[in-house]
């Protein structure tokens, strides 16, 4: 049987134990570098927070850049309440800002005094970088880390997380004592990513699990959490509606709460809107646009689909069904070129655009008056440009623009990123949304108006499933 000082303990921190074989090794070292401001104290603070919630193991933080005071203020901001689990003797803040060179001997014999007193499990050093600067020689540091770190505190089965300062311009970890010892070391990394933030975690070793896939994109809203590849992740199955997110006079949701907010109120009346996947997203696309489409069906309003290119109509119909009210059903149509006419499938004719085009245009008139309000309109654009050709597409565009604002309805065009329309399509839109794939995880960002990277996820709520969006800082 596998002993207990051998088994991954979970860390708690979403999505990252599943990259890392399961968690830390009970009293292991662990480095986590990176230039100030990279998330490095938020990493740290997560794992003992979340140790003491879903572990109940006690850890101690201490400290040589901030007060107790600075620190419990700071990570409440990240959803962690430590304050709770000092009340409780679960964690112990040990303050050491201002010791310097000829207390180190009493301040190792405190620390380790305060793990065995707490029994602690979890202890923090924030930063070894400022410890060992306060020591005379670099063979002190060794010595620390050999004797104190990994022998005193791994026979007390207590995991140590050095913090490692990184100043900006030099790429070596500390010392360099530090990555050879360790069990394991992250490098935190933020960066700017086509004018947004891009934070990176890093993998540099990792003694108890192979290393697949060394980088990860992370953020730390609501406390620190890593987005895995969606190979990694299992992508949750939708069950039961989407939740009805209700549209205003003029303007119209996505289905997506948190995509509303930062879109500054969504869809507008006669919008003229573009989403761009790049090339290598490899995620199914109906899952992004379902909640937008049932958001509108649901409420009564009429849709129109031509799927863009790898999707077919019988496809998104199937993706449908089980999110919309039956009463609603019949307001949804689904344009192809193949096969033949059936209950919410149109197949168009696919030799001239110009024909094809004034079909889809009295289609969504014959849906405008049946149901007395404006029409949402999915488009392929690049199903268009692939059919009948680049010049054909543009020249459509100037109609199809007026038909959109004369009516008042509202308009989600798709594309590939190599499609030869983007950029008009991207002149024309009102609001213009990016779907691109990074370190294997995929993102959505918006291009106009501008927000973060964003993380989207399917969240399971009782008899209800719905998207949420994490950005990126």
């Known amino acids: 049987m596998e002993s207990m000082e051998s088994m991954a303990v979970p860390t708690g921190l979403e999505g990252f134990d599943l990259l890392i074989g399961g968690g830390f090794k009970r009293g292991s070292l662990i480095v986590v570098a990176g230039n100030p401001g990279t998330g490095k104290s938020v ?47 679960k964690f112990r803040f040990l303050d050491l800002v201002t010791v310097r060179g000829g207390g180190i001997s009493d301040v190792l014999n405190c620390i ?14 924030d930063s070894f970088s400022a410890l060992a600067q306060a020591m005379e020689k670099p063979i002190d540091v060794r010595s620390l880390m050999h004797t104190v770190l990994t022998k005193i505190l791994r026979k007390a089965g207590c995991t140590t ?44 070793k990792n003694r108890w699990s ?11 809203k609501n406390g620190f959490q890593v987005f895995p590849p969606i190979w990694i992740r299992r992508i949750e199955s939708p069950v039961g509606k989407m939740p009805v997110i209700p549209h205003k006079k003029d303007i119209f949701s996505t289905g997506i709460k948190d995509l509303d907010q930062l879109l ?20 199914p696309l109906e899952r992004l646009i379902r909640p937008t489409v049932c958001n509108f069906l649901n409420q009564g309003y009429g849709v129109l689909i031509l799927p863009p290119q790898g999707i077919d109509a ?37 030799a001239s655009l110009e024909k094809d085009m004034e079909k889809v245009w009295s289609i969504a008139s014959d849906l405008r008056r049946k149901t007395g309000k404006p029409v949402f309109s ?41 499609v030869n329309v983007a950029p008009q399509l991207e002149a024309l839109s009102h609001v213009y949304l990016k779907i691109e794939m990074i370190h294997g995880a995929v993102f959505v960002r918006g291009i106009k108006p501008r927000t973060p990277l964003l993380y ?14 994490t950005p990126v800082i």
């Open 43 to 89: 990493f740290s603070a997560g794992w003992l927070y979340q140790g003491a919630v879903d572990l109940n193991e006690n850890g101690v933080y201490v400290s040589f850049a901030e007060d107790r005071q600075t620190f419990i203020d700071n990570m409440k901001g990240f959803g962690y309440d430590f304050e709770r689990f000092e009340a409780e003797g």
């Open 264 to 283: 500054n109120g969504s869809f507008c009346r006669g919008g003229y809107n573009l989403l761009e996947i790049e090339r290598d997203v490899a995620f």
């Open 314 to 350: 019988s496809t998104v119909k199937k993706t449908l069904i089980p999110f919309t009210d039956q009463k609603y059903r019949e307001n949804r149509l689904i344009m192809d070129y193949k096969g033949r006419e059936e209950s919410s499938i149109v197949v168009l004719d696919g």
């Open 456 to 469: 989207p996820k399917m969240v399971i709520d009782k008899d209800f499933s719905k998207v949420k969006m």
């Open 210 to 220: 192979e290393i697949i896939y060394p980088s990860y994109v992370f953020t730390l």
């Open 112 to 125: 380790v005094d305060y793990v065995y007193s707490l029994k602690a499990k979890r202890l923090v050093i």
């Open 161 to 204: 997380l050095l913090i490692v300062e990184i100043p900006y311009g030099e790429s070596k970890v500390g010392f360099g004592i530090e990555e050879f010892l360790a069990d394991a070391v992250f490098l935190l990394t933020r960066r700017e990513y086509e004018g947004v933030t891009l934070r990176e975690i890093s993998i540099l």
């Open 378 to 418: 999915i488009i392929g654009f690049d199903t268009i440009e692939y059919r009948y050709g680049e010049r054909e597409a543009l020249k459509t565009l100037g109609q199809d623009v007026t038909q959109i604002r004369s009516y008042g309805d509202v308009r989600l065009n798709i594309i590939r990123s190599h």
